[in-house]
């Protein structure tokens, strides 16, 4: 098992590839979500392909999420997973899209409502550190591409852990390291080279994306991840590699 250490001082963080105070990177990180909402359903399927679709897909099948769950969503953004959760959960479950950045928990809302979502999700603007939610409180977690921009994730996952029950599941999916080199080397060029001019000519937004590249590189690599959720106390964890391991899902189990 591999487990992190402290590299910098603890009232310090990474933000992309800079290192800034720890108490300012939650409103530099809101910034950049704060200019991307409008565009980030588009961006997503310009940035993969379309295959941030599939990835997601996958992690809804991992779930194990059946008629009568409670589901919480974190990071849950423009709604992609909550939409999916509500129909499988049905109408004597729930699903709770929690964001903790405005601008994209309206997005999300408008969203899902114009696609008739209705009924038995709930939206809560909250951070991954300190969730309001009583302990014990649902059956299955999600963190989709979120768990890098939270700037204590070690707090996050214990967080997380809180809220489940017992036996709960929770899923993080995550950009993550490749594990074929000729795949890191051209990603790491697209990521650079591609991604800023590709936010700058459809969102007018070259910096967004330059962070949203290095921010990647900044998360913990798989084994790196597996360790941190079982500090957390969490059972049974393992991940699936996805894309050659450009991404990776995360699954534990609340013991």
């Known amino acids: 098992m591999t487990l992190r250490t402290p590299t910098m001082a603890d009232d310090k963080t990474h933000f992309g590839f800079k290192t800034v105070n720890r108490n300012d990177k939650v409103g530099m990180v809101a910034g950049v979500f704060h200019s991307v909402a409008g565009k980030y359903d588009l961006m997503n399927d310009l940035m993969s392909g379309g295959i941030h679709r599939l990835w997601k897909r996958f992690t809804i099948e991992l779930s194990g999420v059946r008629y009568g769950n409670s589901v919480l969503d974190i990071a849950g953004g423009t709604g992609d997973l909550a939409g999916k959760f509500s129909r499988l959960v049905g109408p004597d479950g729930r699903v709770v899209l929690a964001d903790?950045?405005?601008?994209?928990?309206?997005?999300?809302?408008?969203?899902?409502?114009?696609?008739?979502?209705?009924?038995?999700?709930?939206?809560?603007?909250?951070?991954?550190?300190?969730?309001?939610?009583?302990?014990?409180?649902?059956?299955?977690?999600?963190?989709?591409?979120?768990?890098?921009?939270?700037?204590?994730?070690?707090?996050?996952?214990?967080?997380?852990?809180?809220?489940?029950?017992?036996?709960?599941r929770l899923l993080v999916?995550?950009?993550?390291?490749?594990?074929?080199?000729?795949?890191?080397?051209?990603?790491?060029?697209?990521?650079?080279?591609?991604?800023?001019?590709?936010?700058?000519l459809v969102a007018n937004d070259e910096e967004s994306y330059r962070y949203l590249a290095e921010s990647i590189r900044m998360h913990p690599d798989q084994e790196t991840l597996k360790g941190m959720m079982e500090e957390a106390g969490f059972a049974e964890v393992r991940y699936h590699n996805m894309t050659a391991g450009v991404v990776a899902v995360h699954r534990g189990i609340k013991p």
């Open 100 to 168: 903790i950045n405005e601008s994209m928990l309206r997005v999300g809302r408008e969203k899902l409502t114009n696609q008739g979502v209705a009924g038995n999700i709930e939206y809560v603007q909250a951070n991954a550190e300190c969730l309001p939610f009583p302990d014990n409180s649902f059956d299955c977690i999600t963190i989709a591409f979120g768990l890098r921009n939270v700037t204590d994730k070690d707090a996050a996952l214990r967080s997380m852990l809180r809220v489940l029950k017992p036996g709960g």
């Open 173 to 200: 999916l995550e950009f993550s390291k490749p594990t074929n080199e000729v795949v890191g080397k051209v990603y790491d060029r697209y990521s650079f080279d591609i991604l800023p001019k590709m936010g700058k």
